[in-house]
Antibody
Protein backbone atom coordinates (compact mmCIF):
# COMPACT_ATOMS: atom_id res chain seq x y z
CA UNK A 1 0.00 0.00 0.00
CA UNK A 2 1.34 3.40 -1.00
CA UNK A 3 1.77 5.72 1.98
CA UNK A 4 3.04 9.26 2.28
CA UNK A 5 3.41 10.65 5.79
CA UNK A 6 4.35 14.28 6.35
CA UNK A 7 5.90 15.62 9.54
CA UNK A 8 7.71 18.67 10.82
CA UNK A 9 4.91 21.20 10.86
CA UNK A 10 4.28 23.53 13.77
CA UNK A 11 4.18 27.10 14.97
CA UNK A 12 7.02 29.38 13.90
CA UNK A 13 7.58 33.12 14.09
CA UNK A 14 7.80 35.27 10.97
CA UNK A 15 11.32 35.13 9.59
CA UNK A 16 11.88 31.70 11.09
CA UNK A 17 12.67 28.37 9.51
CA UNK A 18 11.11 24.93 9.42
CA UNK A 19 11.95 21.65 7.70
CA UNK A 20 9.16 19.39 6.53
CA UNK A 21 9.64 15.71 5.83
CA UNK A 22 7.58 13.22 3.84
CA UNK A 23 8.21 9.52 4.48
CA UNK A 24 7.26 7.30 1.57
CA UNK A 25 6.50 3.59 1.62
CA UNK A 26 4.79 0.94 -0.46
CA UNK A 27 6.41 1.87 -3.78
CA UNK A 28 9.82 2.42 -5.39
CA UNK A 29 10.35 5.99 -4.22
CA UNK A 30 13.42 6.56 -6.41
CA UNK A 31 11.34 6.05 -9.56
CA UNK A 32 8.89 8.89 -9.00
CA UNK A 33 8.95 12.65 -9.15
CA UNK A 34 7.48 14.31 -6.07
CA UNK A 35 5.77 17.58 -5.26
CA UNK A 36 4.77 19.77 -2.35
CA UNK A 37 1.32 21.39 -2.46
CA UNK A 38 -0.09 23.67 0.21
CA UNK A 39 -3.52 24.88 1.25
CA UNK A 40 -4.02 27.99 3.36
CA UNK A 41 -6.91 27.83 5.85
CA UNK A 42 -10.19 28.01 3.95
CA UNK A 43 -8.41 28.49 0.63
CA UNK A 44 -7.65 26.46 -2.47
CA UNK A 45 -4.70 24.31 -3.44
CA UNK A 46 -1.40 25.97 -4.34
CA UNK A 47 1.49 24.06 -5.88
CA UNK A 48 4.80 24.80 -4.11
CA UNK A 49 7.62 22.76 -5.58
CA UNK A 50 8.62 19.81 -7.80
CA UNK A 51 11.62 17.49 -7.75
CA UNK A 52 12.39 14.81 -10.30
CA UNK A 53 13.22 11.25 -9.32
CA UNK A 54 16.98 11.82 -9.48
CA UNK A 55 16.83 15.40 -8.13
CA UNK A 56 18.19 16.65 -11.46
CA UNK A 57 15.20 18.91 -12.12
CA UNK A 58 13.62 21.20 -9.53
CA UNK A 59 10.93 23.84 -9.88
CA UNK A 60 9.45 26.32 -7.43
CA UNK A 61 6.40 28.54 -7.35
CA UNK A 62 7.30 32.23 -7.55
CA UNK A 63 5.81 32.74 -4.09
CA UNK A 64 8.50 30.57 -2.44
CA UNK A 65 11.43 30.88 -4.83
CA UNK A 66 14.63 31.83 -2.99
CA UNK A 67 13.15 30.93 0.42
CA UNK A 68 12.20 27.25 0.14
CA UNK A 69 14.41 24.34 -0.91
CA UNK A 70 13.10 20.96 -1.95
CA UNK A 71 15.29 17.87 -1.67
CA UNK A 72 15.03 14.11 -1.41
CA UNK A 73 16.99 11.14 -0.10
CA UNK A 74 16.15 8.10 -2.19
CA UNK A 75 18.10 5.83 0.16
CA UNK A 76 15.81 6.92 3.00
CA UNK A 77 12.62 7.09 0.89
CA UNK A 78 12.15 10.64 2.06
CA UNK A 79 11.21 14.01 0.61
CA UNK A 80 12.02 17.30 2.32
CA UNK A 81 11.06 20.96 2.19
CA UNK A 82 13.37 23.42 3.90
CA UNK A 83 11.43 26.63 4.53
CA UNK A 84 13.34 29.79 5.45
CA UNK A 85 12.30 33.42 5.91
CA UNK A 86 8.78 32.30 6.65
CA UNK A 87 5.94 34.79 6.24
CA UNK A 88 2.40 34.96 7.59
CA UNK A 89 1.12 33.99 4.14
CA UNK A 90 3.03 30.70 4.29
CA UNK A 91 0.56 29.46 6.90
CA UNK A 92 -1.04 26.38 5.38
CA UNK A 93 -1.38 22.64 5.42
CA UNK A 94 1.49 21.24 3.38
CA UNK A 95 0.93 18.04 1.42
CA UNK A 96 3.48 15.89 -0.35
CA UNK A 97 2.19 14.23 -3.50
CA UNK A 98 3.54 11.55 -5.82
CA UNK A 99 3.59 12.45 -9.50
CA UNK A 100 2.89 9.80 -12.13
CA UNK A 101 4.73 9.61 -15.46
CA UNK A 102 1.51 10.77 -17.14
CA UNK A 103 1.46 13.99 -15.15
CA UNK A 104 -0.94 13.64 -12.28
CA UNK A 105 -0.71 13.44 -8.50
CA UNK A 106 -1.99 9.97 -7.72
CA UNK A 107 -1.16 9.76 -4.02
CA UNK A 108 -1.18 12.45 -1.36
CA UNK A 109 -0.11 12.51 2.25
CA UNK A 110 -2.43 13.56 5.06
CA UNK A 111 -0.73 16.94 5.35
CA UNK A 112 1.15 18.80 8.07
CA UNK A 113 0.08 22.22 9.36
CA UNK A 114 2.54 25.10 9.34
CA UNK A 115 1.49 28.21 11.25
CA UNK A 116 3.56 31.36 10.92
CA UNK A 117 2.63 33.83 13.62
CA UNK A 118 4.17 36.02 16.27
CA UNK B 1 1.42 32.67 -10.62
CA UNK B 2 -1.21 31.76 -13.16
CA UNK B 3 -4.31 29.90 -12.05
CA UNK B 4 -7.13 28.07 -13.72
CA UNK B 5 -10.58 29.59 -13.29
CA UNK B 6 -13.49 27.61 -11.89
CA UNK B 7 -16.92 28.69 -10.65
CA UNK B 8 -16.87 28.97 -6.85
CA UNK B 9 -19.91 26.80 -6.37
CA UNK B 10 -22.26 24.34 -8.01
CA UNK B 11 -25.22 22.45 -6.66
CA UNK B 12 -27.84 19.89 -7.53
CA UNK B 13 -30.34 17.50 -6.07
CA UNK B 14 -29.61 13.78 -5.76
CA UNK B 15 -29.67 12.12 -9.16
CA UNK B 16 -29.07 15.33 -11.11
CA UNK B 17 -26.14 16.07 -13.38
CA UNK B 18 -23.69 18.77 -12.34
CA UNK B 19 -20.97 20.22 -14.55
CA UNK B 20 -17.90 22.20 -13.44
CA UNK B 21 -15.86 24.26 -15.87
CA UNK B 22 -12.14 25.01 -15.78
CA UNK B 23 -10.74 27.79 -17.93
CA UNK B 24 -7.06 28.16 -18.69
CA UNK B 25 -4.74 29.30 -21.44
CA UNK B 26 -2.60 28.02 -24.26
CA UNK B 27 0.35 27.43 -21.96
CA UNK B 28 -1.50 25.07 -19.64
CA UNK B 29 -4.79 23.44 -20.67
CA UNK B 30 -4.19 24.32 -24.29
CA UNK B 31 -1.01 22.26 -24.46
CA UNK B 32 -1.17 19.77 -21.59
CA UNK B 33 -3.60 17.29 -20.09
CA UNK B 34 -6.00 18.16 -17.29
CA UNK B 35 -6.50 16.39 -13.98
CA UNK B 36 -9.33 16.72 -11.50
CA UNK B 37 -9.08 16.26 -7.73
CA UNK B 38 -11.82 15.76 -5.16
CA UNK B 39 -11.32 17.00 -1.62
CA UNK B 40 -13.82 15.82 0.94
CA UNK B 41 -14.14 17.98 4.08
CA UNK B 42 -11.10 17.66 6.34
CA UNK B 43 -9.24 15.27 4.08
CA UNK B 44 -6.40 15.33 1.57
CA UNK B 45 -7.20 15.73 -2.13
CA UNK B 46 -7.83 12.58 -4.14
CA UNK B 47 -7.17 12.04 -7.85
CA UNK B 48 -10.52 11.83 -9.62
CA UNK B 49 -9.73 12.23 -13.34
CA UNK B 50 -6.36 12.19 -15.11
CA UNK B 51 -5.30 12.78 -18.71
CA UNK B 52 -8.48 14.80 -19.39
CA UNK B 53 -10.94 11.91 -19.18
CA UNK B 54 -9.42 8.85 -17.51
CA UNK B 55 -10.69 7.50 -14.20
CA UNK B 56 -8.32 5.84 -11.72
CA UNK B 57 -9.36 2.45 -10.46
CA UNK B 58 -12.15 2.76 -7.91
CA UNK B 59 -13.58 6.07 -9.14
CA UNK B 60 -17.27 5.63 -10.05
CA UNK B 61 -18.16 6.06 -13.72
CA UNK B 62 -20.62 8.82 -12.85
CA UNK B 63 -17.56 11.08 -12.88
CA UNK B 64 -16.36 12.09 -16.35
CA UNK B 65 -13.97 14.67 -17.77
CA UNK B 66 -13.50 16.41 -21.08
CA UNK B 67 -11.26 19.04 -22.63
CA UNK B 68 -11.63 21.40 -25.56
CA UNK B 69 -9.07 24.02 -26.49
CA UNK B 70 -8.12 25.95 -23.36
CA UNK B 71 -11.04 24.73 -21.24
CA UNK B 72 -11.98 21.54 -19.46
CA UNK B 73 -15.06 20.22 -17.69
CA UNK B 74 -15.92 17.74 -14.99
CA UNK B 75 -19.37 16.19 -15.01
CA UNK B 76 -21.01 14.34 -12.16
CA UNK B 77 -23.99 12.29 -13.31
CA UNK B 78 -26.45 10.86 -10.83
CA UNK B 79 -25.29 13.18 -8.05
CA UNK B 80 -25.03 11.52 -4.64
CA UNK B 81 -24.76 12.97 -1.15
CA UNK B 82 -21.21 11.67 -0.80
CA UNK B 83 -20.18 13.80 -3.78
CA UNK B 84 -20.45 16.94 -1.65
CA UNK B 85 -16.86 18.17 -1.73
CA UNK B 86 -14.45 20.67 -3.25
CA UNK B 87 -13.23 19.94 -6.76
CA UNK B 88 -10.04 21.27 -8.34
CA UNK B 89 -8.71 21.08 -11.88
CA UNK B 90 -4.96 21.12 -12.50
CA UNK B 91 -2.56 21.21 -15.42
CA UNK B 92 1.12 21.60 -16.15
CA UNK B 93 1.99 25.07 -17.40
CA UNK B 94 4.84 25.72 -19.82
CA UNK B 95 5.07 29.49 -19.89
CA UNK B 96 7.94 31.81 -20.79
CA UNK B 97 8.39 32.43 -17.06
CA UNK B 98 9.13 28.78 -16.44
CA UNK B 99 7.38 25.48 -15.88
CA UNK B 100 5.02 24.85 -13.01
CA UNK B 101 1.85 23.13 -11.91
CA UNK B 102 -1.27 25.26 -11.75
CA UNK B 103 -4.48 24.49 -9.92
CA UNK B 104 -7.97 25.75 -10.44
CA UNK B 105 -9.60 28.11 -7.98
CA UNK B 106 -11.82 25.30 -6.74
CA UNK B 107 -15.55 24.57 -6.88
CA UNK B 108 -17.64 23.61 -3.89
CA UNK B 109 -20.35 21.15 -4.85
CA UNK B 110 -23.40 21.08 -2.63
CA UNK B 111 -26.02 18.36 -2.75
CA UNK B 112 -29.36 19.95 -2.00
Amino acid sequence: EVQLVESGGGLVQPGGSLRLSCAASGFTFSSYSMNWVRQAPGKGLEWVSYISSSSSTIYYADSVKGRFTISRDNAKNSLYLQMNSLRDEDTAVYYCARETPILSFDYWGQGTLVTVSS
Amino acid sequence: QSVLTQPPSASGTPGQRVTISCSGSSSNIGSNTVNWYQQLPGTAPKLLIYSNNQRPSGVPDRFSGSKSGTSASLAISGLQSEDEADYYCAAWDDSLNGSLWVFGTGTKVTVL
